[in-house]
């Protein structure tokens, strides 16, 4: 008669009950995709209020302060981006360290675009003293430069994003429910900012699924965190990122 012991239920049941890892980096990366939802969209309120405005050269007097809170906390956004990159590649070098790095390249694209809008923002209140043009025509250029910028970084973001959350999705980082909208947003979205620099108006539309994603994996992020990775699928992977958890 065998005298062998069963396996520990725990051990069967590994893959469901996985114990979190980076505990520190999925709460900070939680907060800073919440966090770049509300400096970025402040920013934009308050510079669309200005540059958007009927007669934007008497709101470029009046609203010149407006203009550069939004330009600050549109700066603030791209410094969240790059930070959520450095903080995703730490997580994902171990499992699959080329698509950790693109991802990070393509998060800094991103930044590094977000950064130039905010140059074009701030055009009209940097040269309207200069006679380099009218100030309506400033305002034109700044909101057409932002714009442009804008839906480059996006389209940065969605090419990176589309590999590393199905890496995710292999290895159950998070939900595979999770990750597959994350897959399918990012690659919508890359779509709409793409169509949108051909003309075709649908970029902000196309981005809802990819926006809902970010929301839903930022509050995943912060409550749960990381699972450790599925030993079954990449055993190799999993074990080298099990060795810096935190």
Same mark, same amino acid.
Request: glycine share 10%; aromatic share 8%; net charge negative.
């Given at each position: 008669m065998?005298?062998?012991t069963?396996?520990p239920l725990t051990?069967?049941n590994?893959r469901?009950?996985?114990?979190p890892?980076?505990?520190?980096s999925?709460?900070?990366?939680g907060?800073?995709?919440?966090g770049a939802? *509300?400096?970025? +969209?402040? @920013?934009?309120?308050?510079v669309n $209020?200005? %540059? #958007? ?8 007097a ?7 809170v939004g330009a600050?906390l ?8 790059a930070?959520?990159?450095?903080l995703?590649?730490? *997580?994902?070098r +171990?499992? @699959?360290?080329?698509i950790?790095? $693109?991802? %990070? #390249? ?14 074009f923002?701030?055009l009209?209140v ?9 100030v ?5 250029v700044a909101?057409?430069?932002?714009a442009?910028a804008?839906r480059?970084a996006?389209m940065? %973001? ?10 995710a999705y292999?290895?159950?980082l ?8 994350g ?5 919508i ?6 169509l949108d ?14 926006g809902?994603f970010?929301?839903?994996v930022?509050l995943?992020?912060i ?10 699928s990449?055993p ?9 958890a935190?």
């Amino acid at each position: 008669m065998s005298t062998a012991t069963p396996a520990p239920l725990t051990d069967m049941n590994s893959r469901t009950e996985s114990p979190p890892i980076f505990r520190g980096s999925a709460i900070a990366v939680g907060l800073l995709l919440l966090g770049a939802f *509300v400096t970025y +969209g402040g @920013g934009t309120a308050l510079v669309n $209020s200005v %540059l #958007a405005a009927d007669d934007p050269a008497s709101m470029v007097a009046t609203g010149e302060m407006a203009l550069r809170v939004g330009a600050i906390l549109m700066l603030a956004d791209a410094l969240f981006v790059a930070v959520i990159g450095v903080l995703l590649y730490a *997580v994902g070098r +171990g499992l @699959g360290e080329r698509i950790a790095v $693109s991802y %990070l #390249a393509t998060r800094i694209v991103e930044a590094v675009g977000l950064a130039v809008g905010v140059m074009f923002v701030l055009l009209p209140v940097t040269l309207a003293g200069q006679e380099v043009g009218d100030v309506a025509t400033l305002t034109a250029v700044a909101e057409q430069g932002n714009a442009i910028a804008y839906r480059i970084a996006m389209m940065a %973001l969605g090419v990176g994003s589309v590999p590393f959350w199905y890496l995710a999705y292999r290895v159950r980082l998070i939900p595979r429910v999770l990750a597959a909208l994350g897959i399918a947003g990012y690659a919508i979205f890359f779509t709409g900012y793409a169509l949108d620099l051909l003309g075709l108006d649908v970029g902000l539309l196309l981005a809802i699924p990819g926006g809902l994603f970010e929301v839903a994996v930022a509050l995943w992020l912060i409550v749960k965190g990381f699972s450790a990775p599925d030993v079954d699928s990449q055993p190799e992977a999993a074990t080298a990122a099990l060795a810096p958890a935190r």
